[in-house]
C-alpha cells in the first residue's frame, strides 16, 4: 500500500485516542502552534509540520517505557510517510532512542519541543499568566535559574539551536510568537 499524507482530522484522533490527559493535550497543541509558526518562517509545509508537531507524544502517555519507539511502531501500522515518522520519533534522540534529526522539520521539532515547558512554566508565573505579554528576556532570566522548570533540558535546547544555527533567543521568540497563535486552545 502507498503512503498517505496525513490531515491534521486524522493526527487529532490519533493523538486523542492514544492521549487523555490535558496536559499532554496542550503540549501537543503548542507544539503544533510552534512547527506552523515555524514552517511559515522558513517557508515549508505548514500542513505537515503542524501534523508533526501535533503526534510527537503519541505514545507518552500509554507506553512511557517506550516512548518514541512505540510512536514509530503505530505510525509505521497505518502507513504515515517515514518523513513523518523520523521526525517524531528523533524529538526524544539521546534521551529515549537513537535516531538523530537530520531533516530542518526534525531540528525545529527536537529544539522547540522542550522549549514549549519552559515558556509554558514562565508564562504561568507572570501576572497575565499568559504568552500574550511575554518576551524572550523574561523566559531567559528562567532559563538561568535551574531549579526553575527543573524538568526541563536546557542542553537539548542548546543542540536544538546549534543544529539549526540559530541563538536560543531567537528560538525563544519563536517559540513564543507560535505558542501566542494558540494561546487559547493551551491557556496561555
Given at each position: 500500500?502507498?503512503e498517505h499524507t496525513p490531515?491534521?482530522?486524522?493526527?487529532?484522533?490519533?493523538?486523542?485516542?492514544?492521549?487523555?490527559?490535558?496536559?499532554?493535550?496542550?503540549?501537543?497543541?503548542?507544539?503544533?502552534?510552534?512547527?506552523?509558526?515555524?514552517a511559515r518562517k522558513y517557508?515549508?509545509?505548514?500542513?505537515?509540520?503542524?501534523?508533526?508537531?501535533?503526534?510527537?507524544?503519541?505514545?507518552?502517555?500509554?507506553?512511557?517505557?517506550?516512548?518514541?519507539?512505540?510512536?514509530?511502531?503505530?505510525?509505521?501500522?497505518?502507513?504515515?510517510?517515514?518523513?513523518?515518522?523520523?521526525?517524531?520519533?528523533?524529538?526524544?534522540?539521546?534521551?529515549?532512542?537513537?535516531?538523530?534529526?537530520?531533516?530542518?522539520?526534525?531540528?525545529?521539532?527536537?529544539?522547540?519541543?522542550?522549549?514549549?515547558?519552559?515558556?509554558?512554566?514562565?508564562?504561568?508565573?507572570?501576572?497575565?499568566?499568559?504568552?500574550?505579554?511575554?518576551?524572550?528576556?523574561?523566559?531567559?532570566?528562567?532559563?538561568?535559574?535551574?531549579?526553575?522548570?527543573?524538568?526541563?533540558?536546557?542542553?537539548?535546547?542548546?543542540?536544538?539551536?546549534e543544529m539549526l544555527g540559530?541563538?536560543?533567543?531567537?528560538?525563544?521568540?519563536?517559540?513564543?510568537?507560535?505558542?501566542?497563535?494558540?494561546?487559547?486552545?493551551?491557556?496561555?
Amino acid at each position: 500500500m502507498a503512503e498517505h499524507t496525513p490531515s491534521r482530522e486524522e493526527a487529532l484522533s490519533l493523538l486523542k485516542e492514544y492521549n487523555k490527559t490535558d496536559s499532554l493535550l496542550k503540549h501537543a497543541y503548542a507544539v503544533e502552534g510552534v512547527m506552523r509558526y515555524m514552517a511559515r518562517k522558513y517557508g515549508e509545509d505548514e500542513e505537515k509540520w503542524a501534523v508533526v508537531g501535533l503526534i510527537h507524544d503519541l505514545d507518552y502517555e500509554r507506553f512511557p517505557q517506550e516512548h518514541c519507539r512505540k510512536t514509530r511502531q503505530i505510525l509505521e501500522e497505518r502507513e504515515w510517510p517515514e518523513e513523518y515518522i523520523q521526525a517524531a520519533v528523533s524529538h526524544g534522540w539521546g534521551i529515549c532512542i537513537d535516531e538523530e534529526p537530520v531533516t530542518n522539520l526534525a531540528k525545529t521539532l527536537y529544539a522547540m519541543e522542550e522549549l514549549t515547558g519552559l515558556i509554558a512554566a514562565a508564562a504561568l508565573v507572570r501576572p497575565s499568566k499568559s504568552v500574550a505579554d511575554m518576551e524572550a528576556k523574561s523566559v531567559l532570566k528562567k532559563w538561568k535559574d535551574k531549579s526553575f522548570a527543573a524538568g526541563v533540558n536546557r542542553p537539548i535546547i542548546e543542540k536544538g539551536a546549534e543544529m539549526l544555527g540559530v541563538e536560543v533567543r531567537e528560538l525563544v521568540t519563536d517559540a513564543i510568537m507560535g505558542m501566542r497563535e494558540v494561546r487559547e486552545q493551551i491557556g496561555l
